[in-house]
């Protein structure tokens, strides 16, 4: 029953971060970079505050300078936020596909895990098509796929380092044991 609840939970994760994902796409432009711009902006005020405040800096730019700051900045923070939200769906996806298969089958629950994240991604982008003043951009699919690689290989390392190290324990604290027993 445990199993049958986390794999529903699990499941339950997996789509809402896709619907997340699907609802930021449907964004139009000026929305989309009007956000994350603003988002930007605030993150660099509440960052200066504080380090003025601590006597690191003593920075006081004017709203322009912070507003052009923000612009450089948008174009590469929206392709780490891509990897970033990719990385956390496929950490879902190989989870839940792993826990699926009673963590018996992990490289056919990685290949799931690369298929639904890398499929989503490529839906996402012909979504993003229909979108006003949106493209859909191979170059994002590619940057979605790097972010689920990683989510992947740091779920696989922490999966392999607790398997061998949990099981080397076990083994471990077993022999103990039987040589103290006897």
Do not use: C
């Not at 509440?46 to 380090?51: A, H, P, R």
């Not at 322009?64 to 936020?81: E, G, H, T, W, Y």
């Not at 298929?115 to 490529?122: K, L, R």
Request: glycine share 6%.
């Amino acid at each position: 029953m445990k199993k049958v609840i986390l794999s529903i939970f699990l499941l339950v994760l997996v789509v809402l971060w896709g619907a997340g994902i699907y609802k930021l796409s449907s964004m139009n432009t000026q929305n989309s970079n009007g956000k994350s711009t603003d988002i930007i902006a605030i993150f660099i005020e509440d960052t200066l505050e504080v380090t003025n405040e601590y006597g690191i800096t003593n920075s006081h730019p004017t709203d322009s300078k912070l507003a052009r700051v923000s612009q450089l900045i948008n174009a590469p923070m929206r392709k780490v936020m891509h990897a970033s939200v990719y990385l956390v769906l496929a950490f879902f996806a190989i989870v839940f596909f792993n826990v699926l298969m009673n963590n018996k089958h992990y490289w056919i629950a990685l290949i799931l895990a690369l298929v639904v994240s890398i499929g989503f991604a490529i839906s996402d982008e012909i979504h993003q098509t229909f979108v006003s003043g949106r493209t859909g951009q191979v170059l994002d699919v590619v940057i979605d796929s790097i972010g689920a690689v990683v989510g992947i290989l740091i779920y696989t390392t922490y999966y392999i380092v607790y398997k061998n190290g949990y099981k080397r324990g076990i083994k471990e604290s077993s022999e103990l044991e039987t040589e103290t027993n006897e």
